[in-house]
Structures are given as structure tokens and as C-alpha cells.
């Protein structure tokens, strides 16, 4: 197993496009975040998976936002109408799930910039 | 709430000891977790203390956390080059909470 990949690495578009990102997690890994992060910033909590379930998402995620793991397996996050405050790293992490440490695995990260 | 606060900067001299500090809100966190980021690298594990825990030490590393105040640290020995990175102090109280980091610098 490679680790957490995510795709696209970089991801220029329009304001008011629609983005869709990727992740694919480690394969034994249950759980699945979403974070994103600005420059300067630490990573902000967005969203996670236990298996395909959505536990929880930020209230500071608006209706533009949402994400999806069908199968409990790889992830995708859309973000519709993008907005140039949208442009961020979009990073994704996976974890053994709750008994496990909760050390989490990060990927590369998709770079979003919005014109 | 949830909200982890660090430091922003800090420099020390190559072959001093750096200490990162952060405190945290959310009093049900088990576990407490730095993280480093480095120059265009994704953020990777560095450690983590349980909560039921004063102290850790791995190596050149020591983690210390005062549940009382809510505060960790992060001590680092003999500080080298190799060191600068940005350092994420983490919560969990459910999912992980990440502070903004501190860029930690080396001075020859």
C-alpha cells in the first residue's frame, strides 16, 4: 500500500465552477477526513467518514460543500459555485478508526485556486 | 468548544533546546498529538501522549501535558537543522482539532 493518495494534485478553475476531488485511503484504514488549509494556517476540520457513514461536518462548511464515500472505501469532495475564498489545500487523512490511537495519515494534499 | 492555540514563531540556536507550547479547550480529549509539517511535505505523526499521561519521551523528544491548565508541550533536544518545520500541537476530543502551527526556525 502507497499511503493516502489524492487527485488532482492541483486544481485551477473559475469562479462559480464546479471541483471534484478524490481520495483514495489506506486500504485497511475505517476512517476518513477531510481538512483544508490555508497558507499560515493550521489544517481546518471539514468532514469525516467511519467506513461509508458521515459523522460529522463543520458548521463552518457551507450547502456548497459536500462529500461523499459510497462504499467505505475511497472519498470525493465537491465543492459547487466555487468561490475565490474556496482556494485552499484540500487535504485527506485516514485512520484506523476509533480504538486505534488516532494517529491520522495524511495525503499530498489537492491545491484548489479559484480565479 | 474546540479550539487549540500555539505560538507562531520561534528560533533557536542549532544545538539549544526548543520548547513549543499549545494549550487546548476541550477537557474530554483522550489523546494529544504533534504533528509536523515540513517545507511542501504533508503533515506527518511526530507523537502523541494519552491523556491519562504527564510525560512522554522518544528520543530527542518530550512531551509534556498539564490536564489542570490544559497545556502540552513539546521539547526538542540538540535542536538541528533538520528540525525547522512547522509544528501542529492536536486535540481529540472526537475528531482531531489542529492548532495553527509554529514555524520553528535554526540559527546557526
Known amino acids: 500500500d502507497t499511503g493516502v493518495s489524492q487527485d488532482p494534485r492541483h486544481k485551477i478553475t473559475k469562479r462559480g465552477q464546479n471541483v471534484t476531488f478524490r481520495c483514495d485511503p489506506i486500504?485497511?484504514?475505517?476512517?476518513l477526513y477531510w481538512y483544508r488549509q490555508t497558507l499560515g494556517q493550521g489544517p481546518e476540520f471539514l468532514t469525516y467518514f467511519q467506513n461509508e457513514a458521515q459523522l460529522e461536518k463543520s458548521r463552518l462548511l457551507s450547502d456548497r460543500f459536500s462529500a461523499e464515500r459510497p462504499k467505505g472505501s475511497f472519498s470525493t469532495l465537491e465543492i459547487q459555485r466555487t468561490e475565490q475564498g474556496d482556494s485552499a489545500m484540500y487535504l485527506c487523512?485516514?485512520?484506523?478508526?476509533?480504538?486505534?490511537?488516532?494517529?491520522?495519515?495524511f495525503g499530498e494534499g489537492s491545491r484548489l485556486t479559484v480565479l | 468548544g474546540e479550539d487549540v492555540e500555539q505560538s507562531l514563531f520561534l528560533s533557536v540556536r542549532e544545538g539549544d533546546s526548543s520548547v513549543i507550547n499549545c494549550t487546548y479547550t476541550?477537557?474530554?480529549?483522550?489523546?494529544l498529538y504533534w504533528y509536523k509539517q515540513e517545507p511542501g511535505a504533508g503533515l506527518q505523526l511526530l507523537t502523541y501522549?494519552?491523556?491519562?499521561?504527564d510525560m512522554k519521551q522518544d528520543q530527542r523528544l518530550t512531551v509534556l501535558l498539564n490536564k489542570k491548565d490544559k497545556h502540552l508541550s513539546l521539547r526538542i533536544a540538540d535542536t538541528q537543522t533538520g528540525d525547522s518545520a512547522i509544528y501542529f500541537c492536536?486535540?481529540?476530543?472526537?475528531?482531531?482539532?489542529f492548532g495553527s502551527g509554529t514555524r520553528l526556525s535554526i540559527r546557526p
Open positions: 501522549i494519552f491523556s491519562n499521561m
Open positions: 486500504s485497511e484504514h475505517n476512517r
Open positions: 487523512a485516514s485512520s484506523p478508526g476509533e480504538r486505534s490511537t488516532g494517529e491520522l495519515f
Open positions: 492536536a486535540e481529540r476530543p472526537s475528531k482531531i482539532i
Open positions: 476541550d477537557s474530554s480529549s483522550t489523546y
